[in-house]
């Protein structure tokens, strides 16, 4: 069976820049900051009208940090797992097209 090994790596390269992964992610991210954006005016709000102090208002905006990051480590173990499946397809397909 003839086959070139650039042709196979260009499609290969090809279904993981068209695959949802990345877009997943972006989108993902966008979401989730578009989602916080009630509590991150709130908490605005509150530190000009007196009712946080400075140290309150970069504690709770920490807070606010590490809950998105949390979140996305949870992403980042669906998009291991996507990934992953890509990554075996990809493989799978390179082995039969040589073998």
Same mark, same amino acid.
């Given at each position: 069976m003839a086959f070139s090994v650039s042709e196979i790596v260009s499609q290969l390269t090809e279904q993981l820049e068209n695959s949802s992964v990345k877009k997943d992610v972006c989108q993902r991210l966008c979401q989730n900051l578009h989602? =916080?954006?009630?509590?991150?005016? /709130? $908490?605005?709000?509150?530190h000009q009208a007196g009712d946080?102090?400075?140290e309150e208002f970069q504690l709770e905006i920490e807070r606010e940090r590490q809950i998105v990051e949390a979140e996305?480590?949870?992403? =980042?173990?669906?998009t291991k797992? /996507? $990934?992953?499946?890509?990554?075996?397809?990809a493989f799978s397909a390179l082995c039969k097209a040589i073998v």
């Open positions: 989602n =916080k954006l009630p509590d991150l005016q /709130a $908490l605005m709000q509150a946080l102090t400075d996305f480590l949870t992403e =980042k173990i669906a797992a /996507a $990934l992953k499946k890509l990554l075996d397809d």
